[in-house]
Each structure stands twice: as structure tokens, then as C-alpha cells.
């Protein structure tokens, strides 16, 4: 996914929240960094793509996605990303039986992810989250803007270096349009 301006995204983050805040804004590259918590008034709305990493164990693991995942509140399963690079959209299956290795790419609101997380298998952006300083405990997830004149506009996730940069990851993307 190429960055734009306008892009606000969901971070996971380390450390203590303000120390966070300070690092993300002070390079005018994000603006408008809020925590995200379950009910709450600042709770970003809109759509975000969020992709999970199936590991075991997963209950999902072995079941049909179109029935199993398809109750799961604020939350559509887009498509499917299999450990051969196949991908396999929604729309375009019938049954759609979930392996472990699969990236399974959800739409939905943010506070949604907080539910993604609680599923046990179920991992988000595991190769960037993962590599966060810090204890899981202390992570917490903020949105953000990403600034109209950023230098990161143009750029990739992965050429970014978000997580080098800023001790944090980017685990869904929300644009207008």
C-alpha cells in the first residue's frame, strides 16, 4: 500500500503513550495522534483495512471462513491471502476454508480490532508488531493522520521504515475515496 496524505491509520505502539505521541508528531510527519479505547468518543470512525495472520493455534483454522468469520460485529472479510501468494477474494469462493499461515484481510471499523486481538491465531502485521520494544502489555493502539506534506507520502509501509522510525507499526489504513 502506497501512503498518502490524509491517510489516517491504526498503530500499535510502544512504550507510554505521550513519550509516543511526541515521537510520531515531532516530525511532522503524522498529525492528530489519539489512543483508540473500546466506547470511546474519539473512537475514529470510517472503514479501515485490517490484515491478521492466521497462526496456530486458531479454532478458525480447518473451518469455513464465509460461515465461521462471517458473524464477527463491524467486521468483512475481503479476502485471503494464502502462504502461496494465491488470493482469494470474498466474492469470488464458495467455501473458504481458513489455514494456518493465511493473512485474512478484514474491513471494518477500528474499535473492531480490538476484537481481531483477543482472537486467539489471530496476529496483526505480526512481522512489524512483533518487532515493537518493549512488553505486549505496554502496547496500545492510536490513530493517526498522516500529514498532506509528509515525507512519507508516496512511500510504501515497507519503504517507509515506520517501525525503525517511530517504535511503531502500522496495522490498518483508512482513506477517503
Known amino acids: 500500500v502506497v501512503l498518502q496524505g490524509g491517510d489516517r491509520v491504526l498503530l500499535a505502539v510502544a512504550g507510554e503513550l505521550d513519550a509516543a505521541k511526541i515521537a510520531l508528531t515531532q516530525t511532522h510527519a503524522l498529525e492528530d495522534v489519539t489512543p483508540i479505547r473500546k466506547g470511546s468518543n474519539s473512537a475514529p470512525s470510517g472503514v479501515f483495512t485490517i490484515p491478521v495472520h ?19 460485529p463491524g467486521l468483512q472479510l475481503v479476502s485471503v491471502e494464502r502462504s502461496t501468494g494465491a488470493v482469494l477474494h470474498w466474492s469470488s469462493v464458495g467455501c473458504l476454508e481458513v489455514c494456518e499461515g493465511d493473512i485474512l484481510t478484514f474491513q471494518g471499523a477500528p474499535e473492531s480490532v480490538l476484537q481481531l486481538r ?60
Open 54 to 72: 492466521v497462526t496456530a493455534p486458531c479454532h478458525y483454522i480447518g473451518r469455513d471462513a464465509k460461515v465461521d468469520l462471517s458473524n464477527l
Open 118 to 177: 483477543k482472537i486467539p491465531g489471530f496476529e496483526l502485521q505480526p512481522d512489524q508488531v512483533g518487532k515493537l520494544a518493549g512488553p505486549k502489555v505496554e502496547r496500545r493502539l492510536v490513530q493517526a493522520v498522516l500529514a498532506e506534506r509528509s515525507r512519507l507520502v508516496g512511500k510504501t509501509v515497507k519503504d517507509s521504515h515506520f517501525r525503525t522510525e517511530f517504535n511503531a507499526a502500522i496495522v490498518a489504513i483508512h482513506r477517503n475515496g
